[in-house]
């Protein structure tokens, strides 16, 4: 999602990229492809240790002491197996620092620079799975549930101020995360249809982005419906 949202925003506009990554490899292939179809900008690839907090907070120190930053999109996650986290609690515990409580250090890290330039925009991405916990994926929907919580914490106390911090929840979405989702035939939402809408809504400052948006209507419905009625269903 991340590497498609950096193709539209360079396709709109001349402007400096930076991307941090887990692996240095993959975000220098991907910042590679960038370079390519935007030859005059500046695109920087980088490599931090995301499970460390006092890492990140250096790594974010180091980013927005180069320049005030605009816009960040804090995208990284992977989609655990439930079972597996069932069953073995270094594997919960990945699952919910990966996709939980990684994203939310990150967003403190560049909320603090943001707030003290007073402008940018933070897009945080969480999921639908994060508005009710479902028994099919509920250690990855509790994480979700967590970004969702402290984005909501995040705007509420930037009310006011010219930094937006943009909730982002996405349906399934064709990307290597779900790549087994679709070898087993489940519908996924295209990855440029979904950039289109989180670069759309990053730059409107929407609270909530629902992509496709479909979604906001089925979970509406899935958190409403009475606990009776919901521990009858498969889902």
Known sequence: MAEHCARLWLKEALCDVTLLGRSLEKTERVAADLRVRSPRAQVHALQADFADP???????????????????????????DQVACQQHLDANQEALMVNGVSPV?????????MEKADRGTLGLIG??????????????GAAKGLVTRYAQGLQHRLAGSAVKIVLIKPGPT???????????????????QVAQQIVSGMRQGKPVVYTPGKWALI????????????NKMDI
């Open 219 to 230: 979970m509406m419905i899935i958190r409403h419906l009475p606990q009776f009625v919901f």
């Open 127 to 140: 999921s639908v799975a994060g508005d009710r916990g479902r028994k099919s994926n509920y250690v990855y």
């Open 105 to 113: 250090l990150f967003a403190e890290a560049f909320v603090r620079h």
């Open 54 to 80: 006092l890492a990140i907070a250096r790594q974010v120190d180091a980013i927005c002491a180069e320049a005030p930053v605009d816009v960040v999109l804090i995208a990284h996650g992977s989609l655990p």
């Open 174 to 192: 064709d990307t290597p995360m779900t790549a087994h989702l679709k070898q087993d035939g489940g519908k996924l939402a295209s990855v440029e």
